[in-house]
């Protein structure tokens, strides 16, 4: 029994549970209240833990070593056509691993605005195009609506490979694939960003707030150059899809680009 709670304890470790609710782990409790040891006092307790565990993990500083070889390989690209193909031979992100397809931006190398999701569809998977499935059937309806085009503009997101089954991506690949997005707004020098949901906009703007709170008003977006480039958030066109009676803020914050425009 001992020996199944130290695997226990071990598995905890493992997964980066470093802390107790109470003076000791509660899976040891009941054992101790039997045969009453004394108890180690926590800062002795945490100095162990500490010493056991290291300070970064295996797939924390993978992931590390991962972003900091895509911001190299970002700094090399002069052209979207070269970053496309150092974007297509990365192999720093698993999620390529399980994507049929990698979805780079499409459209205008000189657009005036570029649309930015949080990752490809199924559709978009099979296609190698961003917003080719329902939610970009319905984002040309819009552009076509406020009177753009979708060949002027340019449409990619925050990832270029689809998660599996389509599950919400990991902070860590976000963290990614972030410096390919970068370098493309870099290249293209747009004077606006239309962020595609709250995924989106949190990934861009590095910011925590809701999709709610983001809408309806300008925000700033810094290259790293230090140029200032308008943002826009809105919902994403699958939530349209799913909660129509949001789109009427949606169409409110395409007619307000329109109107910047």
């Not at 598995?11 to 109470?22: H, I, K, M, Q, T």
């Not at 052209?79 to 990365?90: P, T």
């Not at 990614?176 to 709250?198: A, H, N, S, Y």
């Not at 290259?223 to 803020?249: E, M, V, W």
Request: charged share 25%; with cysteine; proline share 5%.
């Amino acid at each position: 029994m001992i020996e199944n709670r130290r695997e226990i304890l071990e598995w905890y470790l493992c997964a980066g549970v470093d802390e107790c609710c109470d003076e000791v782990p509660f899976a040891l409790q009941s054992s101790q209240k039997q045969s009453e040891p004394s108890v180690r006092p926590a800062g002795q307790a945490s100095a162990a833990v500490a010493a056991a565990r290291p300070a970064t993990t295996d797939l924390a500083q993978a992931s590390l070593d991962a972003r900091k070889s895509a911001r190299e390989l970002c700094s090399k690209a002069a052209s979207l056509e070269e970053l496309k193909k150092l974007v297509e031979d990365f192999d720093g992100c698993a999620l390529k691993l399980t994507a049929m397809h990698t979805v780079f931006g499409d459209g205008s190398p000189n657009a005036r605005i570029v649309f930015i999701g949080e990752a490809p569809g199924a559709d978009e998977d099979r296609q190698g195009r961003p917003f080719v499935g329902r939610s970009g059937h319905l984002l040309d309806k819009m552009l076509a609506a406020s009177g753009l085009k979708r060949e002027e503009c340019y449409i990619t997101n925050i990832l270029p490979w689809r998660p599996p089954g389509h599950r919400t991506p990991l902070d860590s690949e976000i963290a990614v694939c972030l410096p390919f997005l970068q370098r493309q707004i870099e290249l293209i020098k747009p004077d606006f960003l239309f962020l595609l949901g709250g995924s989106a906009a949190n990934a861009v703007l590095d910011c925590a707030e809701s999709i709610s709170r983001l809408r309806g008003h300008w925000l700033d977006y810094k290259t790293s150059d230090g140029k200032s480039i308008q943002a826009l958030a809105s919902f994403h066109p699958a939530y349209l899809l799913r909660n129509s009676g949001q789109k009427a803020k949606a169409w409110a914050d395409m007619l307000r680009l329109k109107k910047q425009l």
